[in-house]
């Protein structure tokens, strides 16, 4: 078994980090579907705009997803109109599909090659007591005038659209990178931001980049604590495999229970996820994955849900927009990164849109799960201590009046890394199928040696005596 996304079986080439001071209009800090989209929006723009990624492109969450293009969301639609009622429903229901219609036509105009396929998207049912659920979705849909059809999926009720995608998604962030590269700078870590009366300083590699507009990228943002960003969301972690099978059949599939399953075909292999669950919670991932230990692949993906179950896109306070962010999307990143993309060009250029308030982050968030999410922050602080998670596979002691984590390899090698995420001090728990140091409250994760290879945190956790 690989112990990592079927995505990331691929070659990449590096392109150049920061190496110099600069001087910009807009800084993009990200390089994941999200970072990339924007840059794509302003390529042609009377701007100068770059964008940063503190390894490669497209090699964080954006590589560990499922990888579907649809507006076919599991229970994520019901939850909307709970929350929110039906017109707001409606409207990201309309986003979502002009996210899918624009994302496609990217790929087309641009010619990426990305395994770009027609998927139908079937959403189903395992459990008889969420028949209801499944019609209320159903007359949702024939409400906003979408083209759906009751069928089965697996001898289990379910409803099916065609207007739907799957791809590649490190294709096609390589297509990007190749098209925008003049613009792109790899290797370069965002280590401060510091906001002038009229512009932002922002320290990369130890250069200094001016800039007027900020678009934070990242899909957890740091930086910002002012805006209590924690507290208006939670991380969920999925669980992930792919196999070969023999008979493939090209569609994508989501339940709308409870319980997540979710699986589309790339090729001829199923990738499936099979349980989705609260970071703060995660449970023994040997045991979960146990039941695919002769799988091809298997990995985890954390994702950001807001309060409300909408994503953030632009500023956070209506009085600046100089700081601008896109992320929060819950599962569903790909069509929401590029209709984000679309929201932040408007914005920049001071143009109407009509989803810039539904997705403003300084939007009010009341209700919801703003007090669980509080909750689980403060429950995550209190598991990611030493003496409350699975901690047989490594040593926790005391170097230097340092806390230290101790992981022994196969080859008896000792890799040792501070216990402490930098972004909030929250501990960090081994990661023993991808062999990585995980935060439990956030989702920051560092490799064996304690380099950062996922944020929030923008600093290592390497151990030096």
Request: aromatic share 12%.
């Amino acid at each position: 078994m690989k112990r990592f996304s079927i995505w990331q079986d691929i070659k990449s080439k590096s392109l150049k980090p920061i190496s110099k001071n600069m001087d910009v209009d807009v800084l993009v800090i990200g390089g994941g579907i999200s970072g990339l989209s924007v840059l794509y929006q302003l390529k042609d723009a009377p701007l100068k705009t770059l964008l940063v990624e503190s390894g490669q492109c497209g090699f964080g969450v954006t590589s560990k997803s499922t990888a579907k293009i649809t507006y076919l969301q599991g229970s994520l639609l019901e939850k909307i109109r709970k929350f929110h009622g039906e017109n707001i429903a409606s409207k990201y229901l309309q986003a979502q599909r002009e996210g899918v219609f624009l994302l496609k036509n990217i790929i087309q105009k641009e010619n990426i090659l990305c395994d770009l396929e027609s998927s139908p998207s079937i959403l189903f049912c395992t459990e008889e007591k969420n028949l209801s659920r499944l019609q209320k979705e159903y007359d949702f849909l024939v409400k906003n005038h979408v083209k759906v059809s009751k069928t089965h999926f697996q001898d289990k009720p379910a409803l099916r659209v065609e207007d739907s995608y799957t791809f590649h998604p490190l294709k096609y962030v390589q297509g990007l990178k190749n098209l925008l590269k003049e613009k792109i700078f790899e290797n370069s870590k965002v280590e401060k931001i510091v906001q002038k009366d009229s512009f932002y300083e922002v320290l990369i590699n130890g250069y200094t980049v001016k800039t007027k507009k900020i678009v934070l990228a990242t899909h957890y943002p740091y930086f910002l604590k002012p805006f209590l960003f924690p507290f208006k969301n939670h991380v969920e972690t999925s669980y992930i495999a792919a196999k070969k099978v023999d008979d493939p059949i090209h569609v994508n599939a989501i339940n709308i229970d409870d319980e997540v399953i979710s699986l589309r075909y790339y090729q001829d292999y199923l990738i499936y996820l099979f349980h989705s669950e609260i970071a703060s919670k995660r449970s023994s991932l040997k045991k979960r994955f146990e039941p695919f230990s002769s799988w091809d692949y298997a990995w985890t993906n954390k994702d950001v849900l807001t309060n409300d179950y909408l994503p953030f896109v632009g500023s956070f306070s209506k009085q600046d927009d100089s700081f601008l962010f896109l992320g929060g999307y819950g599962t569903w990143g790909f069509s929401n990164a590029v209709i984000g993309s679309v929201i932040i060009r408007d914005l920049l250029f001071h143009k109407p849109n009509s989803y810039i308030s539904l997705f403003a982050p300084y939007r009010s968030l009341k209700g919801g799960r703003l007090l669980t999410d509080a909750f689980c922050t403060g429950q995550a602080l209190f598991k990611s201590g030493k003496n409350n998670v699975n901690n047989q596979e490594v040593i926790y002691k005391k170097i230097d009046h340092q806390d230290v984590a101790i992981y022994i390899d196969e080859n008896k090698k000792e890799h040792i890394v501070l216990n402490r995420c930098p972004h909030m001090k929250c501990g960090l728990v081994f990661n023993p199928l991808e062999k990585t140091w995980d935060c439990l409250c956030h989702g920051s994760r560092f490799s064996l040696d304690g380099k950062c290879i996922e944020g929030p945190s923008n600093l290592d956790i390497s151990f030096k005596k």
